[in-house]
């Protein structure tokens, strides 16, 4: 199998196990604290972030079986690792896209790169972007993951 192809396969997968994990297997309680300040916050998003990585690994486990795409445990345990970092350095901004003040890396980050009317005007700016972020890093995951050996 080439490159290409089970870069292709390894997003498809990693993406679809993405839509999963953050809607399906992520608690209400999570999906709810995930963004908040303190220990409280982190503890919620890193919950959230484990279950997660969880269904993307078991995904591409199974994925790898059955289309045989020949992945190495070593890069798609490092492109998973991406997945996962990336994921909650994004979701420790939930619900705080619109906050006003320090924030988090990641809102300050969307502000200083020309998003600050779009955040201000746009409910769903944050969650667009935030998706928008978790799709991109799934790409550099996939490509981790599913590079050559």
């Not at 409910?123 to 991109?136: R, T």
């Amino acid at each position: 199998m080439s490159t290409a192809a089970r870069f292709a396969a390894t997003y498809a997968v990693l993406t679809a196990a993405h839509e999963v994990g953050d809607y399906w297997v992520q608690r209400d309680a999570e999906a709810v604290a995930k963004g908040g300040h303190g220990v409280e916050g982190r503890a919620a998003c890193a919950r959230h972030v484990a279950s997660y990585a969880a269904t993307q690994a078991a995904a591409l486990l199974v994925s790898d079986r059955v289309l045989r795409l020949g992945l190495d445990w070593r890069r798609a345990a490092a492109g998973l690792a991406v997945s996962a970092v990336t994921h909650y350095v994004a979701d420790r901004s939930g619900g705080r896209w619109r906050e006003d003040g320090p924030s988090t890396r990641l809102v300050r980050f969307a502000r200083n790169t020309g998003h600050e009317g779009w955040l201000a005007r746009d409910p769903g700016a944050g969650p667009l972007l935030d998706q928008a972020w978790h799709k991109g890093w799934i790409a550099v995951a996939a490509a981790v993951a599913g590079g050559g050996r």
